[in-house]
């Protein structure tokens, strides 16, 4: 199975000099108008969003380097980076006005006094928030009746997060990931089932947030018997797109292809998915081809590929964890080639987690070479669920075993950078199992991103970060799935998927030798309007309201 994310040691003056050589490109990497932070493929250009972009960055440069113990309030022309909410006429958004909650009747659920935010609409107000019959009935500046008033003050009222680069269930990691504010799990890396007994078992077993998933397309090519490492014939191509084909119709929401796993997946396949995807109207999710920057085999060449795929087929093309293959090191010139692709006319996102090392097994073809490649040694490296760094000894061992081990191998800047692009999406590219030898972004994604990106380094606003974690994985998927057309809004008529924060609390708590740790800060979550996490508490007992999000072809 494809592990976590990739790449880079902390950057040589040959990748600082890259770095710095098209300012134009860093510049155009960075989108911050309220419009952009609902859109996947909207860039905001002006000005003034440079001046923004580049001043954040300073900011929280300033305040590491002045060592502040306390967060400090980052500052564009005296205003404060993270908005407040909006003051003016109290007009909440409406999706579907026949969910609206009729004179005389009452909601199941009334959050009162806390924040609310839509990322699509930028609605922004201190009210109240009407639960009923699994949608959002009213949103309103005046008490609203209901069966259960729950007093959120000082709180945000969020859509629910959904996790779009994510795994398949497990019984066990969703509810590190209700913890971390998710509401819909989506494993669009990929998942090595045949869709419609993994749908039939799910739900069956029964989940606690809603779940699917993309068709993966080098467990397709096994079941085919194409070796992942040889390039597939004509005939094998077409094999591998039809069965492609059918997994989508059968209910996955794209496909996910992994050429740096899989490097037998050549520019033709690449090309022939697009075309069937851009047809289907889905996504082609894709862990690029290479996560490093020495020759032969180029990051810049890797997404240089995408960006052709683009071109030639007219397909959404999704680049997987930007900031642990494609842009490791090479972050702005990375965000300028989408830019550039997206100015095009073409149709690009990219997603990334914000954390400096990626993981994966050591015997996948990541590692090959792995010293040379990105400039490491066994100190950088840390087995999940486990302490310490390695050694060359305990490298044997661990390589035997075929850990999932951490590289830290990720510029902070490259994380700075990326969130702030207009068409980037939050992804935690994992789901806890026992027994914990996973990346801490299995449980900590969502908050770390609020927490640590928004509060205390300012390097975005919250609308933005809520942004990145809601209405733009919603708009991915949801041309094929008219489920997900209801989800990741805070609107009058949307899905009461509901997670409700502390913003001055939240945080991620997991680590790397530790990593099964709930993340702090989320208060309430609200699947389908059941709550399933009160008071900071999972609330276990309550049922398995997740449903499961299916493509759906008419």
């Not at 579907?96 to 009452?106: C, I, K, T, V």
């Amino acid at each position: 199975m494809p592990g976590p994310s990739p790449q880079s040691t902390n950057p040589s003056p040959e990748q600082l000099d890259a770095q710095a050589i098209d300012r134009r490109k860093l510049l155009l990497g960075m989108g911050f108008s309220a419009a952009a932070a609902g859109g996947v493929t909207i860039l905001d250009t002006s000005t003034g969003g440079i001046l923004d972009g580049l001043q954040r960055i300073q900011n929280a440069a300033t305040v590491e380097a002045a060592g502040a113990s306390e967060p400090t309030e980052a500052t564009v022309d005296g205003q404060p980076v993270t908005t407040n909410p909006v003051a003016g006429p109290f007009d909440p958004p409406v999706l579907d006005s026949s969910f609206a909650l009729q004179p005389g009747q009452s909601a199941e659920f009334a959050l009162s006094g806390g924040r609310i935010i839509d990322p699509e609409t930028g609605f922004d107000q201190i009210g109240n928030v009407g639960l009923l019959g699994g949608k959002i009935v009213a949103i309103s500046p005046d008490p609203i009746p209901a069966n259960e008033t729950i007093d959120v003050t000082g709180h945000v009222i969020s859509p629910g997060f959904i996790d779009m680069l994510s795994y398949q269930p497990n019984g066990y990691g969703e509810w590190f990931k209700i913890a971390d504010g998710v509401t819909t799990n989506l494993g669009m890396h990929g998942l090595q089932f045949e869709p419609v007994g993994f749908y039939d078992t799910w739900v069956n077993q029964g989940v606690p947030i809603h779940f699917g998933g993309a068709a993966h397309n080098t467990f397709v090519r096994t079941r085919l018997e194409v070796n992942p490492f040889n390039t597939a014939e004509d005939g094998e191509v077409s094999s591998i797109v039809s069965e492609i084909e059918a997994q989508i119709r059968n209910g996955y929401l794209g496909v996910s292809v992994h050429p740096e796993y899989a490097p037998g997946v050549s520019q033709l396949e690449l090309t022939e998915l697009g075309r069937t995807v851009e047809r289907l109207g889905v996504p082609m999710c894709v862990h690029a081809r290479f996560s490093d920057n020495l020759a032969p085999g180029l990051q810049s060449e890797a997404t240089g590929e995408l960006v052709a795929v683009a071109r030639e087929t007219g397909a959404h093309v999704h680049i997987e964890h930007l900031n642990s293959t494609g842009g490791t090191g090479r972050m702005a010139e990375a965000l300028a080639e989408i830019d550039d692709a997206i100015a095009e006319g073409l149709s690009m996102s990219a997603c990334m987690y914000p954390y400096e090392f990626w993981a994966t097994t050591l015997k996948s073809n990541r590692f090959q070479d792995w010293q040379e490649k990105f400039g490491l040694d066994f100190d950088d490296l840390q087995v999940a669920g486990r302490e310490g760094r390695l050694t060359a000894e305990t490298f044997e061992q661990a390589y035997d075993e075929n850990l999932l081990t951490a590289a830290f191998a990720i510029p902070p800047g490259d994380i700075d950078l990326g969130l702030q692009a207009s068409f980037m999406m939050v992804g935690s590219d994992a789901i806890l199992e026992r027994p914990h030898n996973n990346h801490p972004r299995s449980t900590g994604c969502f908050a770390r991103t609020l927490g640590v990106y928004v509060r205390e380094r300012n390097i975005i606003d919250l609308p933005t970060a809520l942004a990145m974690m809601t209405i733009r994985p919603a708009r991915l998927v949801e041309r094929a799935s008219p489920a997900m057309q209801s989800k990741g809004r805070m609107q009058i008529g949307a899905d009461a998927d509901v997670t409700v924060f502390n913003p001055d609390v939240i945080i991620d708590r997991s680590t790397i030798d530790n990593p099964a740790q709930e993340s702090l800060g989320v208060q309430h979550v609200f699947v389908s309007g059941s709550p399933i996490r009160r008071n900071g508490i999972n609330e276990f007992e309550i049922g398995r309201p997740g449903q499961p999000i299916r493509s759906e072809f008419f």
